[in-house]
């Protein structure tokens, strides 16, 4: 029987402040990288829920979305790793660091960059999407929120899951 392809679904925050876009620094298996506020979206929730969430564990601040910057499929390989990623982007605005919030474990810092000094750093990309995504940004691409539509039997899961750990 032949093997479903299926892409790892991850949420990205695309934050610009002041002419400055927040990234944060990050512990990876190559060293320290740059990323967007971004991870995998979990069971339950939208992708939307996911950006909100993630920027929320690496940055310690409240992300509010306020378009869809685009959906974007890129591959990772390493040595016994070939990875595809279908990412959701939202930009958005963030609130004020959250007293006593902790960030993520692989989270070093979160760092704020010209456009210039984001295309500068780009070797140190954790993945050719974080350049991709302010540059789309700065172009002007973003969409409704409403374009990507979350059925409510996806929020059953998440419900169904928290009974389950009960």
């Not at 032949?2 to 991850?10: A, F, H, L, M």
């Not at 967007?36 to 950006?51: I, K, R, V, Y």
């Not at 685009?70 to 591959?75: A, D, I, K």
């Not at 002007?140 to 899961?157: E, F, I, N, R």
Request: with cysteine; hydrophobic share 35%.
């Amino acid at each position: 029987m032949r093997q479903v392809w299926k892409p790892s679904v991850t949420a990205a925050a695309i934050i610009e402040r002041d002419g400055r876009f927040l990234l944060v620094e990050e512990h990876t298996l190559e060293g320290l990288r740059l990323n967007n506020p971004a991870g995998h979206l979990e069971p339950g929730e939208s992708p939307m829920q996911a950006a909100v969430r993630e920027t929320l564990e690496e940055t310690c601040c409240q992300f509010t979305p306020d378009a869809l910057v685009g959906v974007y499929l890129s591959r990772f390989q390493r040595p016994g790793e070939d990875v595809t990623y279908l990412r959701f982007a939202f930009r958005g605005s963030i609130g004020s660091p959250i007293a006593g919030c902790r960030l993520d474990d692989n989270i070093v810092r979160t760092v704020w960059l010209t456009p210039g000094e984001v295309r500068e750093s780009q070797a140190r990309h954790r993945s050719p999407l974080v350049l991709q995504c302010v540059e789309d940004h700065l172009a002007g691409k973003c969409y409704p929120l409403d374009l990507v539509t979350t059925h409510p039997s996806v929020q059953a899961l998440q419900g169904a899951n928290s009974q389950a750990a009960l």
